[in-house]
């Protein structure tokens, strides 16, 4: 499965991940430092919950540390895939309003992280077009360039569940 799309021509992140509201943060797999030069990120025991939308060998977190997995395309999504987002976003909101750091990445963290981040916002009381500028604004400008990922969360995504089972019946 090809699960992102690299001919976007966005930049790293000059982060490993960034704090979006008190223990929520949003990262990737890399990130470029001030020299320029490409690091690899990888989580030890820094967050009590880890939700990873890509995974790459030797990236973590460490054993006993509570990680999702749940590999989804930084592209058009199906139904179980949108529900599946809403699910790991009410488990990120669920855990911030415990009290628990929760780090939500991706591959660049900017698409499918940005998707689960800003639904988990959503389920913590901001409107969904608050939530997308915010995750522009504490991760970065290029968060979020999945154009179609921004109408998903403009529209709802029990709304966008819905319409992607109706696609598939015709």
């Excluded at 395309?73 to 139904?79: F, K, R, S």
Aim: proline content about 6%; aromatic content about 4%.
């Amino acid at each position: 499965m090809k699960t992102r799309q690299k001919d976007r021509g966005v930049p790293e992140p000059h982060a490993p991940w960034n704090e979006v509201v008190p223990g929520l943060w949003m990262g990737g797999h890399d990130w470029t430092n001030a020299s320029g030069e490409s690091r690899p990120v990888v989580v030890g025991k820094e967050f009590g919950l880890v939700i990873s939308l890509y995974t790459r060998p030797g990236h973590g977190p460490d054993p006993g540390i509570d990680h999702l997995v749940a590999e989804i395309p930084d592209g058009p999504l199906v139904a179980a895939q949108i529900h599946t987002v809403q699910q790991l976003a009410r488990t990120a909101a669920r855990a911030v309003q415990d009290g628990r750091t929760v780090l939500v990445r991706c591959n660049a963290g900017y698409n499918r992280s940005g998707l689960v981040i800003a639904q988990t916002l959503v389920h913590l009381g901001h409107e969904a077009r608050t939530a997308v500028d915010v995750v522009r604004q504490k991760r970065s400008p290029s968060a979020l360039n999945n154009r179609l990922f921004e109408e998903y969360l403009n529209t709802g995504l029990g709304v966008t569940c819905l319409l992607a089972d109706l696609d598939m019946l015709t």
